[in-house]
């Protein structure tokens, strides 16, 4: 069986935890838990022609006072990237976080989960700004870990796009 290892990345009560507990356990709960360091869960997945068993990271969410330390990052195969759709400063976290894992870890294999589609309305989130980062080339999933929306999927997705091969600079020299 193939394992993988998978990191949730955001800024903090972006809701990380709570798309963990509905991905892997099925259940949603209002009750705020902050994550201290790193909570690891795992969840086997079909996916191609050998199931895979993802780990997942869920890690501390970066705010002005703490950094993500990039060291538990290694080794990750593919990440989530989660923003709260109704707190722009979280899109903006999102996107530099982004280019600090690739540059940590490189190109590897991500989602960008808007996370909290049910409180649509109160978005800080535009639709521009959605359109902006599909233009970059990102994928980019509206999610509720409240109301089970889209959580499966984007799980589902990113170990798709883990299991295909990559071809870096660094495999093709290992060869």
């Known amino acids: 069986m193939i394992q993988k290892k998978v990191c949730m990345v955001g800024s903090f009560a972006t809701g990380k935890t709570s798309l963990v507990a509905r991905f892997v356990k099925g259940i949603y709960s209002d009750k705020y838990q902050t994550t201290i360091g790193v909570k690891i869960d795992k969840k086997v997945v079909e996916t191609g022609p050998q199931p895979m068993t993802m780990v997942l990271w869920d890690i501390y969410g970066e705010d002005e006072f703490q950094n993500i330390r990039m060291s538990y990052l290694r080794g990750a195969a593919g990440y989530l990237l989660v923003v709260d759709g109704t707190r722009r400063e979280t899109l903006d976290i999102a996107i ?10 490189g190109p590897v294999p991500f989602i960008l989960m808007l996370n909290k589609c049910d409180l649509e309305e109160s978005w800080e989130i535009t639709p521009g700004d959605i359109d902006d980062l599909k233009a970059k080339g990102w994928n980019v999933l509206k999610s509720s870990a409240k109301e ?3 959580v499966e999927t984007a799980f589902s997705q990113l170990a798709e796009q883990m299991s295909r091969p990559r071809h870096s600079s660094a495999s093709l020299e290992a060869a």
Do not use: S, Y
């Open 96 to 105: 530099q976080l982004q280019a600090k894992v690739e540059a940590h870890i």
């Open 148 to 150: 089970n929306v889209a």
